[in-house]
């Protein structure tokens, strides 16, 4: 009897919650900063973005996205308001050649690589971002880069062909963690009208603080951001 009583109300939960029912990573699965892990860096970091398990757990955290952008669309018939959040480093930019060229992160070498804009895209995320636009999403990267990146930051993305509608860099001085800034200019986006259907990232602080219906957190071992 309990458990029929039991089953029930599992029941009425699921019927309640169809939309979070469909997605892989509901936003609210990532409700606080992840802890340091141990074990990552250049060279185990770049040894293991190599590896089978990599491939996996980045192709099927993008194709989750897409899901999610699709149920978001048959939910919402003829909507209009919808977005992708991303993150760039490491979610759409591929920094790999950087860090196998030092033995340890230096600001003033990453800026310089940067400088370069030579860096390639991370063909699933440029997949998702090509195809999520053709469907009417807009586009926006939220990246921890300073606003003193910007034009070459910009330059990296038309060189790789890819398409946005708006670049939030980290304001100039400003202290906050990457979890506050970034919370607050996917707040912005929403204020604007727009709704965050996917934000992804290979950090969880790119997806702590809501303001989004779905995350995908990408795998990186090379390097940890709070
Ligand atoms: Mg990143």
């Given at each position: 009897m309990k458990k029929i009583v039991r089953l029930a109300v599992l029941g009425a939960t699921a019927l309640l919650l169809p939309i979070n029912a469909a997605?892989?990573?509901?936003?609210?699965?990532?409700?606080k900063p992840a802890d340091?892990?141990?074990?990552?860096g250049n060279t185990v970091g770049l040894e293991y973005s190599q590896s089978n398990e990599f491939k996996k757990l980045f192709s099927s955290a993008v194709a989750d996205g897409r899901k999610a952008c699709d149920q978001y669309l048959k939910d919402h018939p003829g909507a209009s308001d919808m977005c992708i959040v991303s993150d760039l480093d490491?979610?759409?930019?591929?920094n790999r050649e950087h860090f196998s060229s030092i033995q340890k992160f230096d600001w003033d070498k990453f800026v310089d690589w940067v400088n370069e804009a030579k860096a390639p895209s991370l063909k699933p995320t440029a997949n998702l971002l090509e195809w999520a636009r053709k469907k009417g999403f807009a586009i926006f990267f939220v990246t921890g880069r300073p606003e003193e990146l910007r034009s070459a930051t910009i330059k990296n993305l038309v060189k790789n062909g890819i398409a946005y509608d708006g670049l939030y860099l980290r304001p100039k001085d400003d202290k906050r963690s990457a979890i506050e800034i970034k919370t607050a200019y996917r707040k912005q986006i929403e204020d604007m009208?727009?709704?965050?259907v996917v934000n992804i990232g290979d950090q969880v602080s790119d997806l702590v603080?809501?303001?989004?219906v779905d995350c995908e957190k990408l795998p990186n071992k090379i390097y940890f951001i709070n």
């Amino acid at each position: 009897m309990k458990k029929i009583v039991r089953l029930a109300v599992l029941g009425a939960t699921a019927l309640l919650l169809p939309i979070n029912a469909a997605l892989a990573a509901p936003s609210s699965q990532f409700d606080k900063p992840a802890d340091e892990p141990t074990g990552i860096g250049n060279t185990v970091g770049l040894e293991y973005s190599q590896s089978n398990e990599f491939k996996k757990l980045f192709s099927s955290a993008v194709a989750d996205g897409r899901k999610a952008c699709d149920q978001y669309l048959k939910d919402h018939p003829g909507a209009s308001d919808m977005c992708i959040v991303s993150d760039l480093d490491e979610t759409l930019l591929d920094n790999r050649e950087h860090f196998s060229s030092i033995q340890k992160f230096d600001w003033d070498k990453f800026v310089d690589w940067v400088n370069e804009a030579k860096a390639p895209s991370l063909k699933p995320t440029a997949n998702l971002l090509e195809w999520a636009r053709k469907k009417g999403f807009a586009i926006f990267f939220v990246t921890g880069r300073p606003e003193e990146l910007r034009s070459a930051t910009i330059k990296n993305l038309v060189k790789n062909g890819i398409a946005y509608d708006g670049l939030y860099l980290r304001p100039k001085d400003d202290k906050r963690s990457a979890i506050e800034i970034k919370t607050a200019y996917r707040k912005q986006i929403e204020d604007m009208g727009f709704k965050v259907v996917v934000n992804i990232g290979d950090q969880v602080s790119d997806l702590v603080g809501g303001y989004a219906v779905d995350c995908e957190k990408l795998p990186n071992k090379i390097y940890f951001i709070n």
